[in-house]
């Protein structure tokens, strides 16, 4: 019987490489908990043993990792089960309970735009407009880090990310604000002749995981439990706040599911407050 190792190379390998654009999320899973399953024949995998492993990394890793795990393991093995390498298996990742998530709804607020401003000031140059990007942008970190001059028209001032570089595999296109655009403009003044935005000297040839960088940024700002991802959730946020409807705001982010941008619509109080202020004018009269 196939090991859920070997089923594992398989799906690396056939599936992973060939067919998606990012590994380390599939790498990650492996690394850390491969060993033990890698020699457990796929058919004797039972639900009970898999509920006490997400229980058990729930209590020690987080839930939000268990429910990741699981959720890996069971496109593994459904993959498995597409492929024809199993008869008659139902995938015993099935009824697994995983944790009740809150969705995250970090974003920065006014007073903290400014300390994150000024801890920028002090950035690297390329490291400073990185950021800044994805702040004017709300595009996500991997986008901006692949950002390819040729993908970019000034003049209709719009940012074009293929279907092949975009989450959910259409194409997104951005606006560029004015500020965005004087950041291009100050980028394309660098000595360093590059097809991407934010060259790197690694192999990839643009940056890739900024995390020392954010590292600094956060010591110097004294911002609390912020992520990159973060920067993103904070122009959806404004964007709320400001009374955009979730079909703009999904526009703008590339969201093809509109309950993607359910957790900003509790931010869109302005319907709210004039209600009250016109029955508080009658009450108050």
Request: charged letters at 25%.
């Amino acid at each position: 019987m196939m090991t859920f190792g070997e089923l594992w190379a398989l799906y690396f390998e056939r599936h992973v490489k060939a067919r998606l654009k990012r590994t380390d999320n599939a790498h990650y899973f492996y690394k850390c908990h491969g060993s033990r399953w890698a020699e457990t024949p796929v058919p004797e995998i039972t639900r009970g043993q898999l509920q006490d492993w997400i229980d058990t990394l729930g209590a020690t890793r987080g839930q939000s990792g268990a429910n990741r795990a699981i959720n890996q393991m069971a496109a593994v093995i459904n993959w498995g089960i597409r492929r024809g390498y199993f008869t008659g298996l139902e995938n015993p990742c099935r009824y697994v309970d995983r944790f009740d998530e809150v969705p995250r709804s970090r974003f920065l607020l006014p007073e903290e735009i400014d300390r994150f401003r000024k801890a920028l000031e002090q950035e690297p140059p390329i490291m400073r407009d990185f950021f800044w990007m994805c702040l004017l942008t709300g595009a996500r970190r991997g986008n901006v880090a692949s950002m390819r001059w040729d993908r970019i028209d000034t003049q209709l001032a719009i940012w074009t990310i293929p279907a092949a570089d975009f989450k959910n595999r259409s194409e997104h296109v951005i606006a560029l604000s004015q500020a965005a655009l004087a950041i291009l403009q100050r980028r394309a003044q660098d000595p360093v002749a590059s097809s991407w935005v934010f060259p790197s000297k690694g192999k990839t040839g643009h940056i890739v995981e900024p995390k020392r960088a954010w590292a600094r940024v956060l010591k110097r700002s004294g911002l609390d439990d912020v992520h990159i991802h973060d920067l993103r959730r904070t122009v959806g946020s404004y964007l709320a706040i400001q009374g955009a409807d979730g079909f703009l705001i999904a526009k703008i982010l590339g969201h093809k599911d509109l309950r993607s941008t359910a957790v900003y619509a509790r931010l869109n109080l302005d319907p709210a407050r004039k209600a009250l202020e016109r029955i508080q004018t009658t009450m108050l009269s």
